[in-house]
């Protein structure tokens, strides 16, 4: 079974570390950005399974790379799960956060900071189909 490759974009270093070192226990390969447009580079080369994407980012949000990967006819079916400390987004189930949006689909998983580490853990098994390991 190949590992699951997830790329992490959060602006917070210690969130990146902590989930990074997190899923790499977990058998997942991955990479991490500290931005919006790091991200789109990273997905350009590193080729992820999947994406946990923080809220707020310096420069473009996380719904700006949200918006520009499902937009993107090579990225539109990337599994996406956004990460965010805000109830408001948690509770509408995101249709705050999409708000203009509408004509392009929203992530795919939303999880609440601090991140629940097996609700993490299921919505990516749940999205890249079942491929991690069991631990």
């Known amino acids: 079974m190949k590992p699951v490759r997830v790329l992490v974009v959060d602006d917070d270093p210690d ?7 997190f899923l790499e226990d977990h058998g997942c390969i991955v990479e991490s950005a500290a931005s919006a447009a790091q991200a789109v580079g990273v997905v ?15 420069g473009r949000s996380g719904l700006d790379l949200v918006v520009t990967l499902r937009r993107d006819p090579r990225w539109s079916e990337l599994p996406l799960v956004v990460i965010t400390g805000s109830d408001q987004i948690l509770q509408d189930d995101g249709r ?12 795919d998983g939303m999880l609440a900071k601090p991140v629940d580490r097996q609700a993490l853990l299921e919505v990516l098994d749940s999205l890249c189909g079942g491929l991690l390991p069991r631990a």
């Open 15 to 21: 969130v990146a570390d902590y989930l990074t070192s």
């Open 44 to 58: 350009e080369t590193f080729r992820p399974d999947a994406l946990l994407v923080d809220v707020m980012l310096p």
């Open 96 to 107: 705050s956060y999409m708000g203009s949006h509408a004509d392009v689909r929203g992530p």
